[in-house]
């Protein structure tokens, strides 16, 4: 019940316009681009550095990560739509008196890809305190609630949500899917560089990028239907 609330509610929010009419470019790439300036070279901490030049790629490497990435993503034509972009467990508020959900913190909030933002619900499944990415949910859940997101959203269609349509937003997804993994990566290398909370930011960004190369063959071979 849960779950399909917060497809119902991301499904609406993803419907917001702008006040202009005119949906803006998708932020994911112009973002990542912005966090290469941000990334830091090396730490102060020697025990910290040494993790850093052991343990994650060179930036000359994640750059041309992010061109392939790009390349691979780009020709899926995701629709743009309003996004959370940061649609973890805790951003989520369940009112059971009206038995529904309000995203909160919209501090990621901007246009960009349908399917990452859905991806990146998705990839947070695995908690940040204690991250689990066996718990990234599996085909059937996906399937099942990808169809229930889809009918909310095209709610004002006649036409039923196809199998189809299913099958070409869980390729969509799963592909952005390292996006996000991505994307959260740097996001942790600038934190772990200049943030003042207590969090370990490197072991996080090395989490988000070991997943990202773990998951990138499998998600890379999906295909859409035909």
């Known amino acids: 019940m849960f779950l399909r609330l917060n497809g119902r509610e ?3 929010m993803h419907h917001i316009q702008p006040a202009n009419g ?39 490497q994640l750059q041309q990560e992010m061109e392939s990435l790009k390349g691979a993503l780009l020709p899926l034509n995701s629709p743009v739509v309003f996004c959370h972009n ?4 805790k951003n989520i508020v369940y ?18 890809f349908q399917a990452y933002d859905i991806a990146n619900h998705f990839d947070e499944f695995a908690g940040v305190d204690e991250v689990d990415y066996s718990l990234y949910p599996d085909r059937e859940f996906q399937l099942t609630w990808l169809r229930s997101y889809l009918q909310y959203f095209h709610a004002d269609r006649p036409e039923p949500v ?10 969509q997804v799963n592909k952005f899917a390292l996006a ?13 560089r200049f943030s003042a909370i207590d969090f370990d930011f490197l072991d996080y960004g090395i ?17 859409l239907p035909e």
């Not at 940061?86 to 467990?89: A, E, I, R, T, V």
């Not at 009112?95 to 501090?107: G, L, M, R, S």
């Not at 196809?162 to 390729?171: A, G, P, S, W």
């Open 180 to 192: 996000a993994h991505f994307f959260w990566g740097l996001w942790a290398l600038i934190q772990a």
């Open 10 to 12: 991301m499904a609406r």
């Open 162 to 171: 196809t199998d189809r349509e299913v099958e070409i937003l869980y390729v």
């Open 207 to 223: 989490l988000r990028f070991n997943e990202y190369l773990k998951r990138k063959d499998e998600f890379l071979a999906l295909q």
């Open 95 to 112: 009112t059971e008196a009206e038995d529904k959900v309000t995203f909160i913190d919209y501090e990621y909030a901007s246009y960009n």
């Open 22 to 60: 005119k949906i803006p470019e998708p932020s994911l790439f112009i973002k990542m681009s912005k966090y290469f300036t941000l990334i830091p070279d090396s730490f102060p901490d020697a025990e910290k550095n040494q993790r850093y030049q052991q343990e994650i790629p060179s930036t000359s």
């Open 86 to 89: 940061d649609l973890l467990c």
